[in-house]
């Protein structure tokens, strides 16, 4: 549940907190309630939350803000917040009320997919075998450095990560071997269609490129998937 603190603009201070303010910080309404509300603001943070607040005085609310809030025994705690400001009938600002969300274990979720993907890149890009990414109209997304020790991607390996995507498998392959792609793509999305496929099969093909020597490509491939499993990439 979020936690909702009330504020008194008058004098700054924590008038009132929920349940589920006080158990995410772990107080007690004792701890908190008279407490001067920027002292529950991460020193790091309060000249941020200073320009948040007068900036929500000025709108009436604000957007969804990220702050470093302090529980007890000074812990921190990574926060959502957003609040709105509650007036009198003659339009003065009487009290800030501010919904809080703790947002550390997904941060954490976030800052663990980065470090495996860094980790993955690393691993990709100095292995002896050529590993890419595809979208489903076959277009690139990811290739490996060791692409660039294959004569086969020698027209790719330069391109920009940005300027990737404007590249087909056809420009790598023969027209025979894009056709056979393209033919065992259409054999594999129609085996996701009928459902009840095992969703970690792969293809084995060997193709045939478009470089000088119209080497030959011994590829394996499987579908990327979606947290629904849905296929997304190759």
Known sequence: ADGISVIDLATGKLLNSNPAALQM???????????????????????????????????????????????????????????????DQSGKPLYL???????????????A??????????????????????????????LSASSSRVPAFKRVTNISSKDLINISVNDVLTPESFKEASSILAEELAVENAGGADPYRS????????????SWLDVKASFIRDHNKKATGI
């Open 25 to 87: 910080f772990n107080f007690t309404r004792e701890d908190v309630i008279g407490t001067y509300s920027f002292d529950l603001i991460a020193e790091k943070d309060r000249q941020r939350a200073l320009e948040d607040m007068v900036q929500t005085l000025k709108n009436g609310y604000s957007d969804v803000q990220e702050w470093c809030l302090l529980g007890k025994d000074g812990k921190e705690y990574d926060c959502e917040a957003r609040a709105a400001v509650i007036y």
């Open 113 to 142: 997919i980065k470090e495996s993907e860094r980790r993955y890149r690393i691993l990709a890009d100095n292995v002896s075998d050529v590993i890419l990414t595809l979208n489903m109209d076959l277009r690139f997304t990811y």
């Open 203 to 214: 293809r084995h093909m060997i193709l045939q490129s478009q470089d000088e020597l119209n």
């Open 97 to 111: 009320v501010n919904v809080m969300r703790d947002i550390g274990e997904r941060k954490q979720a976030v800052e």
